[in-house]
């Protein structure tokens, strides 16, 4: 296993994709019965290095029955129509809403230089390739695939995104959550000390819809999480709770400057606070300014994604 993988059993691989630093995202790989499941692709970066643990493995690309993305971002989707072209027998696997910015993604692409910027968009992600109608399966709610002997189970999950479903895996009955249940920063905390971060990026954040998605992957009773973002999840009450509460915390406080100048760095500068005091409750072992400097570019674009919401409430 190299340095970029790891194996987290009920033959599921981890795999740290290369954006931005160690341990920001994950893919997943996924084994059964000789056949193979990709969950999220990364970013372009990514595909060389699945496609070099598929071998080293022992597996053929043909061997790769479907590709699953939760949702279209680029952090999740962005590598997605390279590593279908290396891949002969496998469909992408997509939610109704996002099927069509994986056949066409010009859109896609100018909203994210947008977000990004053209620099850091050209240099992160690059011109993404479209995926031909016929090797993309629409995966409705509730709906089901197989790989080997067991399913996935596709659960509509917005909240983050319209375009978001997560993945119920029958053989490890755990789930692959994309970005509706949140963020988690292995190297902000130890093993025995948790910490989450709600994921309010642009631009259909719903708090609402975020509360009820969540309820509906934890009424599974799933026995783990797999977060993109990052890793393996065990302690699912304690990360449902804070999930909520920071739910609610961050809507009053959006509320709260709702009318006031700059109101998106005033929001900025409360959530970054309010992380840094979770952290110094259960104890990090980086500094605060490590903390922060961890913390920065996804408080950076929740702020953003609550500064839209704010302009879509009364």
């Not at 109101?263 to 500068?269: A, N, V």
Request: charged share 20%; net charge negative; hydrophobic share 40%.
């Amino acid at each position: 296993m190299s340095s970029k993988s790891s194996s987290l059993g009920h033959g599921i691989t981890c795999i740290d994709t290369g954006l931005a630093r160690p341990h920001m995202a994950a893919c997943y790989l996924i084994e059964s019965n000789g056949r193979l499941a990709i969950v999220e692709t990364g970013i372009k970066q990514t595909v060389d290095t699945l496609i070099n643990l598929i071998e080293a493995k022992g597996y053929q690309l043909s061997d790769v029955d479907w590709v699953i993305i939760t949702h279209v971002h680029l952090d999740h989707a962005g590598g997605a129509g390279l590593l279908m072209s290396n891949l002969p027998n496998a469909k992408l696997v997509v939610h109704p809403r996002g099927a069509r910015h994986m056949i066409d993604p010009s859109k896609l692409q100018a909203g994210a230089k947008v977000v990004y910027g053209e620099e850091k968009y050209n240099e992160t992600y690059g011109d993404l390739i479209p995926i031909a109608e016929d090797k993309i399966h629409i995966a409705e709610d509730g709906s089901k695939v197989k790989l080997g002997m067991r399913e996935f189970i596709f659960i509509d999950s917005p909240g983050h995104a319209k375009h978001h479903f997560c993945v119920y895996d029958t053989e490890s009955q755990g789930f692959f959550t994309g970005d509706t249940l949140g963020l988690r920063y292995a190297e902000l905390t130890t093993p025995d000390k948790h910490f989450c971060l709600i994921s309010t990026t642009p631009v259909q954040f719903d708090p609402d819809a975020m509360k009820e998605s969540i309820h509906r992957v934890i009424d599974f009773n799933p026995a783990a999480l797999y977060l993109t973002h990052y890793g393996k999840v065990e302690n699912l009450i304690d990360h449902q709770i804070q999930l909520f509460r920071q739910i609610d915390w961050v809507c009053d406080m959006a509320l709260s400057v709702k009318n006031k100048e700059n109101r998106q760095q005033l929001i900025e500068t409360e959530m970054m606070n309010y992380a840094l005091a979770e952290l110094e409750k259960i104890g990090s072992p980086l500094t605060v300014d490590e903390q922060r400097a961890v913390l920065a570019p996804d408080i950076r674009l929740n702020a953003q994604g609550i500064d839209v919401w704010l302009s879509q409430v009364a």
